[in-house]
């Protein structure tokens, strides 16, 4: 990083009351402020967003696409876990 | 309506918005970094969206804007001080929007004709006075080349500071107490930013009066020949 | 480097050097393009894939700030303060879009320091069509109608294109540009029904814009270096003369209904083919501007030089001022100001 290099900051906005935040994008600022600054200025100034997250970019960790197979795969075989693995009875109500 | 607006002071909050929009609009492509040309950008666009309802207050908004001479224009000198280097645009934000933002408070939490108004402007310049306060904390704290511009920028603009404090025909704020209230917040300020408060005096030595009495300084007639000039070429016209 | 390690591809850890492995993640890579699935940042990819995308995306981001300047050329000039409103509105969007795509880029490994820098010493380039003079304020609503609505025909279908970040942010940024193209088109017609005055000025600038509009979809097919490939990777969905085509039979109906003439004596209707022929373009002056011949060429880059350069002073100050601040220990909210999630 250069003197003048801003680092990268990972921006995630809440669209509104009641959803999650979700990944808006990312932008460059100096310190947390000024990335929360700068996000409601870039990523909301359609009225976009409630409310802000800003993470610095490098303070994430990221499953790696070599663990996808591993990490990914054995949810593949657990349809258990879906509601629609069950038979119900035709007729049966609020279930 | 109920309340007639007193058009003195339409004129002169609708003019400081105008004026210190159109300013900030020069920077436009040529801002320090990408994310501040868009905050500059939103900045601009709500004074000039503020400019918009108080000219109409008093008027035609194109008219007024386009069609009145230099000295009919009630601004403050302050906001047509032309953008200088960003440390000057800052100085000149900070002193302006903390005026704005008390001066708007003020209006809001009043019954008179500018309430409404203010109370929606006044959240809008709340983020303009956070937004200039924490560049003048960057600034100042920041290297010894940004301390020394920024420094020198609150000087350069502090002889435009006191007329912000004058009375104005049709609003009823307490000029000494607001003065009190700016000097206390930009102090604060100046001095998170290691910065020391300019010792001169508010105001230049010209007993003439400044700009709430229509004189100006010698930057704003070159500005306002640009903003007008296309609109006075085509008299009448519809755009 | 600024790089996330969201984005970031350790890729020698993850793939070694061993050619077997990477055969089959080639396999992989393109049997997920074949099947229209997105690639994203952390995925293995072909080196040329990874370039293209590069050179295409910086491109696209370039574009978008230097882009501002014709327009920004008129927002002191903006001859009613609700046109003024409009336009600073959409030349801080291009600031915004531009934004949007150095990010997108920056998944792929590369700054936005570095893209800049590489923009202000000329090695790359940004659209041509921002090489010309804005002239008179009909100017602004020939670009918005003319430039802004060939680069939305070219930029709807890279909402599908095969790398992720590069398709979301094109996503936001049409959703954006609709107001872009719609204002112009807006601003033409108030001048075309205007004074007579208004009328010429309006028709000028659609007779300097409409070429260099449609030179904005690239050299003909048989000529395009990066055509081919780009397809075959879903980064591009359509070719250039199919892309030209289309816009050129969108806008002979709108230039009716502005009561404005295409510049064009060839320009009529081909019921066998079902499109407008147009007449040749010239693509000398295409070439030419390109390689950095046009009016504005030197006035651009001078200009954006010039202010990043001007801000270094700026961006060191915030730098060494959240610098001071770290090294003080951590922050108090009634320092920081911010608000709680």
């Known amino acids: ?95 | 309506m109920t309340t007639t607006v007193p058009t003195t002071a339409a004129l002169a909050l609708g003019d400081d918005a105008l004026v210190l929009s159109h300013r900030l609009g020069e920077w436009a492509g040529r801002a320090p970094v990408l994310e501040e040309e868009v905050a500059l950008a939103n900045i601009a666009l709500d004074l000039l969206g503020q400019a918009r309802v108080l000219l109409s207050l008093a008027g035609d908004e194109d008219e007024l804007a386009y069609l009145r001479e230099e000295r009919a224009f009630r601004n403050l000198q302050l906001v047509e001080q032309p953008n200088g280097d960003f440390a000057h645009t800052i100085a000149r934000q900070l002193f302006f929007s903390t005026y704005q933002h008390l001066l708007y408070a003020r209006l809001a939490a009043g019954d008179g004709p500018f309430a409404p108004l203010a109370a929606k402007a006044v959240k809008e310049v709340a983020y303009h006075r956070d937004h200039a306060e924490q560049w003048t904390v960057r600034l100042g704290d920041g290297t010894e080349v940004s301390h020394e511009r920024m420094q020198r920028a609150c000087a350069a603009l502090w002889r435009y500071t006191g007329e912000m404090f004058q009375p104005v025909e049709g609003l009823d704020v307490e000029g000494e107490k607001l003065r009190a209230d700016w000097l206390e917040s930009v102090g604060d300020v100046l001095r998170r930013a290691t910065l020391t408060l300019p010792e001169g005096p508010q105001s230049g030595a010209w007993t003439a009066g400044a700009g709430r009495q229509g004189l100006h300084t010698e930057p704003f007639g070159r500005m306002l020949a640009e903003m007008q000039h296309l609109h006075r070429s085509h008299p009448g016209a519809t755009w | 480097m600024a790089t996330a390690a969201a984005h970031e591809t350790d890729r020698t850890a993850a793939y070694g050097t061993d050619d077997g492995a990477t055969d089959a993640y080639e396999r992989a890579f393109d049997a997920a393009v074949a099947a229209d699935e997105r690639i994203e940042p952390r995925d293995w990819m072909p080196d040329a894939y990874r370039a293209t995308l590069v050179r295409q995306i910086a491109q696209h981001a370039h574009s978008e700030i230097i882009g501002m300047q014709p327009e920004a050329n008129w927002i002191t000039r903006a001859p009613s303060l609700r046109r003024k409103a409009i336009l600073m509105a959409k030349v801080q969007d291009e600031a915004g879009h531009g934004l949007y795509l150095y990010s997108a880029a920056e998944t792929l490994g590369t700054s936005r320091e570095e893209l800049l820098d590489k923009l202000h010493s000329g090695r790359q380039k940004y659209s041509s069509i921002f090489n010309y003079p804005t002239l008179t304020w009909a100017d602004v609503g020939a670009i918005g109608w003319l430039v802004d609505g060939a680069a939305i025909t070219n930029q709807v279908p890279l909402c599908r294109c095969s790398y992720g970040p590069y398709a979301r942010a094109m996503v936001r940024i049409c959703k954006e540009e609709s107001f872009h193209q719609r204002q112009g088109y807006e601003l033409l017609l108030a001048l075309s029904r205007g004074t007579p005055e208004q009328h010429a000025m309006a028709q000028d600038a659609v007779d300097r814009w409409w070429w260099p509009s449609l030179m904005m979809f690239g050299p003909p097919d048989d000529e395009s270096q990066h055509s081919a490939q780009s397809m075959a990777w879903k980064i591009k969905r359509h070719s250039n003369d199919e892309l030209r085509q289309r816009f050129v039979d969108i806008c002979v109906p709108q230039a009716e209904s502005l009561g404005l003439t295409l510049p064009d004596p060839d320009l009529r209707w081909n019921e066998e083919r079902g499109h407008h022929d147009f007449g040749p373009i010239d693509w000398t002056e295409f070439w030419e501007v390109l390689k950095g011949n046009g009016p504005c060429n030197e006035q651009r880059i001078t200009q954006r030089r010039q202010a990043h350069d001007e801000g270094a002073w700026v961006r060191e100050a915030a730098a060494a001022h959240a610098a001071k601040r770290a090294a003080r220990g951590p922050l108090t909210t009634e320092t920081t100001g911010a608000t709680r999630a």
Do not use: C, Q
């Open chain 1, 1 to 95: 990083m250069t003197n003048t290099d801003w680092p990268l900051w990972e921006v995630f906005v809440r669209s509104r009351r009641g959803l999650s935040h979700t990944h808006a994008g990312s932008l460059h600022a100096p310190d947390a402020e000024f990335a929360l600054r700068n996000a409601r200025d870039l990523y909301t100034r359609r009225g976009e967003g409630v409310s802000i997250w800003v993470v610095p970019s490098s303070a994430i960790t990221a499953s790696s696409p070599d663990e996808k197979d591993p990490f990914f795969e054995p949810s593949a075989d657990k349809p258990y876990r879906h509601p629609t693995f069950y038979e119900i009875p035709e007729g049966v109500k609020h279930l």
